[in-house]
């Protein structure tokens, strides 16, 4: 088993951010970095466990197309795998039918090289730059949720 991380590291934090960035209206259902106890149980093996990996939601009617996503971050050099619709691809390995029981059908799983997990440069350098504001927004970090009074 996959020692579990307290965070996740700063190149996996990056992808969500600079999508929220690029896609500030994107749907986030299927976003992940750290996984459940049940994910952990089901796959000890995940780069979750070690934050070294990013689930990233598939939202076309936003812009965030995964497949083309998959296809393009095939030539990043910081990337060990990638799973969505059914299909994985490694450099060492190329792309075969993946056979995992989460096919990935609703998100992208973007799993990072040792070694690259500080290296937050650009996740999406073919997609036009975000603007300013969009950038600021995704870098904030959400208030805790109230307790609610009882």
């Not at 093996?45 to 296809?71: E, F, M, R, W």
């Amino acid at each position: 088993m996959i020692p579990l991380a307290k965070k996740a590291t700063p190149a996996a934090i990056a992808v969500l951010r600079q999508a929220t960035a690029l896609w500030p209206k994107r749907k986030k259902a299927s976003d992940g970095l750290l996984p459940s106890k049940a994910h952990v149980h089901q796959n000890p093996n995940s780069d979750h466990n070690s934050g070294y990996a990013v689930d990233l939601t598939h939202d076309p009617d936003k812009g965030v197309y995964c497949q083309v996503i998959y296809t393009e971050l095939q030539k990043d050099p910081r990337v060990k795998y990638l799973i969505f619709k059914g299909r994985i691809w490694s450099a060492k390995n190329g792309e075969q039918i993946y056979t995992g029981i989460n096919k990935h059908n609703k998100h992208l799983h973007i799993s990072i090289k040792e070694g690259c997990g500080d290296d937050t440069s650009p996740w999406f350098p073919w997609v036009p730059k975000a603007k300013a504001i969009n950038k600021v927004k995704a870098a904030v970090r959400p208030l805790p949720k109230k307790k609610e009074a009882k």
